[in-house]
């Protein structure tokens, strides 16, 4: 089989957090069809110590725990095939991407960007976050799925894994459903409907059924763009 055009290579402390999201569906069939390898690694297998202890308290106080520093960038950099003293090399080669509230935030835009890539690395945090090093010295990027907090970087991961991924040629089997998506030729996409024609009373657009594709057409681009003005007119600012 030829080379997979993306590898995925995810860190976690609860690697089975990513076990069903990456064995269904799309994401699934993206690893079957060989056009994006992904794998999960336990940050704890590259911790030392009988305890293997992947988190301490915070320097200079306060409440919480911190990730260490020397598990993360051993997990990287052995899995990605560095040494400690090739980082440099390393984060020009490949995207290495801690997931963290204060990152650059996710969009459609971000995951061209990085579906362009032949190579990501995805560090999930926990607890408090991550020793502060591993944002300067390892990772290339931080990106955040949003301004909230959720308790981990492992849905955070999953959720621009799935975004990428998606976006691989060959990915979906229809090239047009990456392109009519919201976010590519639409800026929002047109309302759908599917059967029944008329529920409780509630009926489908006539012109839909019309049979007139250069009518369904209009309808669904002037109903594209009511949606971008009554929902988000911000994308067009
Ligand atoms: C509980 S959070 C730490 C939050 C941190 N104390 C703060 O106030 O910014 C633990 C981890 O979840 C992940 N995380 C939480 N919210 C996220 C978001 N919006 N986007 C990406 N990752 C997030 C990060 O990896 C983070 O290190």
């Not at 529920?199 to 669904?220: D, I």
């Amino acid at each position: 089989m030829d080379e997979p055009r993306l590898r995925i290579d995810i860190f976690s402390i609860f690697p089975q957090m990513f076990d069903s999201p990456l064995r269904e569906s799309i994401l699934k069939r993206a690893q079957e069809k060989g056009l994006v390898h992904i794998q999960v690694h336990d940050i704890r297998a590259y911790a030392e110590g009988k305890h293997r202890q992947v988190d301490d308290a915070p320097f200079g106080g306060g409440p919480g725990m911190v990730m260490k520093p020397e598990p993360i960038f051993a997990a990287v950099t052995q899995t990605l095939g560095y040494s400690l003293e090739e980082l440099e090399r390393l984060r020009r080669e490949a995207r290495i991407i801690l997931l963290d509230p204060a990152g650059r935030k996710l969009d459609q835009e971000l995951a061209r960007e990085l579906g362009a890539e032949r190579r990501l690395a995805l560090i999930c945090g926990r607890y408090e976050g991550v020793d502060e090093r591993v944002r300067e010295r390892l990772a290339t990027d931080a990106v955040s799925i949003g301004d909230y907090v959720i308790s981990g970087g492992e849905l955070a991961a999953l959720v621009l894994t799935d975004a990428v991924v998606r976006l691989v040629p060959g990915v979906l089997s229809n090239i047009e459903s990456v392109e009519d998506e919201s976010f590519g030729a639409y800026l929002l996409k047109y309302p759908r409907y599917t059967r029944p024609r008329d529920f409780r009373g509630w009926k489908v657009p006539e012109v839909l059924v019309s049979g007139n594709h250069q009518e369904v057409e209009l309808w669904r681009r002037n109903a594209a763009s009511e949606r971008v003005a009554k929902l988000r007119p911000d994308l067009t600012r």
